[in-house]
């Protein structure tokens, strides 16, 4: 086996400059698939929320929920570095509650670190989480959870505020930063001030590392797709070739044949 990711390893990439990949993940087929690819780490996003349980936004993902899906991925999982969001109200409340939650998390799945949302604002807790030995991974730009607030899912420009926001993170004892919907220049100028490793989604190619998510990459989700998103292979068509194969073959009496049949 190769040897496992960890928080160290990523910090030695980014002073290597190797880039950091990170893919999400949901299920135990897909994590051994991401795994045996060899991505470095493997994000439980809550994303979970929107492109598995067809929710509009990711608000409604429950604790629960994140470590069901963050069990199955671990089970999946030998080599990458697995980090699972907290969810929305799930650390926001109090610090004792973050703590209790990513606590839970950690103990529940076997994960190796936690993400969260926002930078300033949530420096203390980050920092408290951190100082109990749970690795945590920041997250600021497009903050998903906070969509209401925000306005939309909308391309964040305001380059002090998220400086400020970075720093804050990386000064709380944050081992990585996820930036997203972030103008290149800006996200290289945060990663090139920040020790700690960025991984960027749609913030360009200056970050130290990118992350997508699963289902848009592979063409598994079609409600919308962000224009920063590559689309790198179409299992949503290939999906449907196989299933209408299928449904001709049963009506047809082709399915199973001998060969697929106990004698
Ligand atoms: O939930 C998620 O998938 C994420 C990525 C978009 C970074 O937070």
């Given at each position: 086996?190769?040897q496992?990711v960890?928080?160290?390893t990523?910090?030695?990439?980014?002073r290597a400059?190797?880039?950091?990949?990170?893919?999400?993940?949901y299920?135990y087929p897909?994590?051994r698939?991401l795994?045996?690819s060899g991505?470095?780490?493997?994000?439980?996003?809550?994303?979970?929320?929107?492109?598995?349980?067809?929710y509009?936004?990711?608000?409604?993902?429950?604790v629960?929920?994140?470590?069901?899906?963050?069990?199955?991925?671990?089970?999946?999982?030998?080599?990458?570095?697995v980090?699972?969001?907290?969810p929305?109200?799930?650390y926001q409340?109090s610090?004792e509650?973050?703590?209790?939650?990513?606590g839970r998390?950690?103990?529940?799945t076997?994960?190796g670190?936690?993400?969260?949302?926002?930078?300033?604002?949530m420096k203390?807790t980050?920092?408290?989480?951190?100082?109990?030995?749970?690795?945590v991974?920041?997250?600021?730009?497009?903050?998903?959870?906070a969509?209401?607030?925000l306005?939309?899912?909308k391309?964040?420009?305001?380059k002090?505020?998220?400086?400020?926001?970075a720093i804050?993170?990386?000064?709380a004892g944050?081992?990585?930063?996820?930036i997203?919907?972030?103008p290149?220049?800006?996200?290289?100028e945060?990663s090139q001030?920040l020790?700690?490793?960025?991984?960027?989604?749609?913030?360009?190619?200056?970050?130290?590392?990118q992350?997508?998510?699963?289902?848009?990459?592979?063409?598994l989700?079609d409600r919308?797709?962000?224009s920063?998103?590559k689309?790198?292979?179409?299992?949503?068509?290939?999906?449907?070739?196989?299933?209408l194969?299928?449904s001709r073959?049963?009506?047809?009496?082709?399915?199973?044949?001998d060969?697929?049949?106990?004698?």
């Amino acid at each position: 086996m190769a040897q496992k990711v960890n928080i160290t390893t990523l910090a030695e990439m980014k002073r290597a400059g190797e880039k950091i990949t990170m893919v999400t993940g949901y299920d135990y087929p897909f994590a051994r698939l991401l795994d045996e690819s060899g991505i470095d780490t493997i994000l439980v996003g809550d994303s979970v929320g929107v492109v598995v349980a067809g929710y509009k936004d990711t608000l409604p993902v429950t604790v629960d929920e994140m470590i069901y899906h963050g069990r199955a991925v671990i089970r999946g999982t030998d080599r990458a570095l697995v980090i699972i969001d907290l969810p929305f109200m799930s650390y926001q409340i109090s610090i004792e509650d973050a703590k209790l939650q990513a606590g839970r998390i950690m103990k529940e799945t076997g994960a190796g670190a936690v993400k969260l949302e926002g930078g300033v604002t949530m420096k203390e807790t980050i920092r408290a989480l951190v100082d109990i030995g749970i690795p945590v991974c920041g997250h600021i730009g497009l903050t998903p959870q906070a969509v209401n607030q925000l306005g939309g899912f909308k391309v964040q420009r305001e380059k002090e505020r998220l400086m400020q926001d970075a720093i804050a993170v990386a000064e709380a004892g944050a081992f990585a930063l996820v930036i997203e919907c972030v103008p290149s220049e800006i996200a290289t100028e945060i990663s090139q001030a920040l020790d700690i490793p960025t991984i960027g989604i749609g913030a360009g190619n200056g970050c130290d590392g990118q992350v997508l998510v699963l289902h848009d990459m592979l063409s598994l989700f079609d409600r919308f797709r962000p224009s920063f998103v590559k689309q790198y292979a179409n299992l949503g068509e290939e999906t449907k070739k196989a299933m209408l194969e299928y449904s001709r073959e049963v009506k047809a009496g082709i399915f199973p044949g001998d060969e697929h049949s106990f004698k």
